[in-house]
């Protein structure tokens, strides 16, 4: 039996990598950071109590994800957000909204049956 790999053969941007960078609250202030404008790393690095080789291998995790890019200008590697795979990202959970719309329906009429169970009492 041939076992047909649908979705491994995805060129899409890679999840795991975007999950696995998002994940780290530092990596999600750099990118908040980055969305008022391109930095460089000193500028990166001012509001943490890390060192700047920490917040480069941050950088460098957002990079390899596809969630910023970095380019040399003079002596400085402004980083910028680069949007597209944050949108994959946002796309695929974006699939489970029907799912959450339900399981908060349900939650919500199981709260209005204990409110009026409540009052009966």
Same mark, same amino acid.
């Given at each position: ?5 649908? #979705?491994?053969?995805? *060129?899409? *941007? ?6 696995? #960078?998002? /994940?780290?609250?530092?990596?999600? !202030?750099?990118?908040?950071?980055? #969305?008022?404008?391109? !930095? ?38 402004? /980083? ?42």
């Amino acid at each position: 039996m041939v076992m047909e790999q649908l #979705a491994y053969s995805d *060129p899409s *941007p890679n999840l795991d990598a975007i999950f696995a #960078a998002l /994940a780290d609250p530092t990596r999600r !202030a750099i990118l908040s950071r980055l #969305a008022d404008g391109e !930095a460089s790393v000193n500028e990166i690095a001012a509001p943490f109590e890390i060192s700047q080789p920490a917040v480069s291998k941050h950088l460098k995790v957002l990079q390899r994800a596809g969630l910023i890019e970095r380019d040399v200008d003079e002596q400085r590697r402004p /980083a910028r957000l680069k949007a597209q795979n944050m949108a994959a990202a946002v796309d695929w959970l974006t699939e489970f909204e029907a799912f959450w719309k339900t399981s908060f329906d349900q939650l919500d009429d199981v709260l209005v049956r204990l409110k009026q169970t409540e009052a009966k009492e």
